[in-house]
């Protein structure tokens, strides 16, 4: 049978509102019409918390939930922390989570099958704070680089490289190398999160096809040609900016994605003539770039 769900009008008040009202009708500085008018409830709902009428403990207005505020709070929490760390849980996995709750412990619910539908979750995000989001995927091994204990360890470590090199004062003979990457057709899945914060999903490998630009910098902001790598197996020609005076290098790879050949033939023929020959030099590269050196 089709269930047709009606939505119920929303609350006029909130609970403070009631709570006031109610401490006001008791303290006997208004009586029951005025509370009713001055805060927009129901004249019939004021008294019976105020001679306690419907045996409640507490005051808040709406019906019962199907859980505890405790076990919602515990679940909420759990879910900010997934979202933290880089795994954030979809809806259906949220779904799933509840429902192997319900059936280890034996509990009778509303819900079809012991899982959780869409309106229980709905009132469940708005509850907690949570909302529905796309995340951005970040790879594993960059979501461990984010971890403090690494961060520390890698600028004492780049502190030490620097004193033997002797380029602590030599910022121009310091350059960074990485590549970022433009999907060509992000992934759809949404997940559950804290509102009003960025969202990541870690993803154990890179994503679909992709068009990389490897980006290359010193310390003092001179810059180095960028390489551009789009997908194919032939570099067409409109894809190549014509004004001379943007050096720029290009080519192409199976996916789009960095190859060794291809930060070889960079490195050599684009990068080490652009830096000059003044030496040492110390040359970062970012997480992905590590797999090509």
């Known amino acids: 049978m089709v269930r047709n769900y009606k939505r119920k009008k929303e609350k006029a008040y909130t609970r403070d509102m009631l709570l006031e009202a109610v401490k006001l009708v008791k303290q006997k500085k208004l009586n029951s019409y005025a509370a009713a008018e001055r805060f927009n409830i129901p004249r019939s709902t004021i008294i019976s918390h105020v001679y306690a009428t419907r045996g409640q403990k507490q005051i808040n207005p709406g019906k019962d939930t199907v859980f505890s505020r405790s076990f919602e709070q515990e679940i909420s929490s759990y879910l900010k922390i997934m979202e933290k760390n880089g795994f954030a849980l979809t809806t259906k996995e949220v779904k799933a989570l509840v429902s192997e709750y ?44 984010c ?12 502190e030490d490289v620097l004193n033997d090199l002797d380029l602590t004062v030599k910022p121009e003979r310091i350059y960074n190398l990485d590549e970022t990457s433009f999907c060509n057709d992000p992934s759809k899945t949404r997940v559950i999160g804290e509102k009003g914060v960025r969202c990541t999903r870690t993803t154990s490998s890179p994503g679909r096809d992709n068009t990389t ?11 180095v040609p960028p390489l551009i790598i789009f997908q194919g197996k032939h570099l067409w020609n ?49 997480t992905p770039l590590r797999d090509y050196v």
């Open 102 to 145: 319900v059936k280890r412990n034996g509990l009778i619910t509303p819900f079809k099958e012991d899982i959780p539908g869409d309106e229980w979750l709905r009132g469940f995000r708005k509850r907690n704070g949570l909302s529905i989001k796309k995340p951005q995927s970040v790879e594993m091994a960059r979501k461990r680089a």
């Open 213 to 223: 630009v490897l980006l290359a910098t010193n310390a003092v902001g001179d810059k």
């Open 238 to 286: 409109e894809w190549c900016y014509k004004d001379q005076t943007v050096k720029t290098a290009y080519t192409v790879s199976q996916k789009g994605w960095m190859e060794t050949s291809v930060f070889e033939k960079y490195f050599k023929s684009v990068f080490l003539p652009a830096i000059g020959n003044d030496r040492p030099v110390l040359v970062i590269c970012g």
């Open 147 to 158: 971890n403090p204990y690494t961060v520390y360890e890698y600028f004492d470590l780049l």
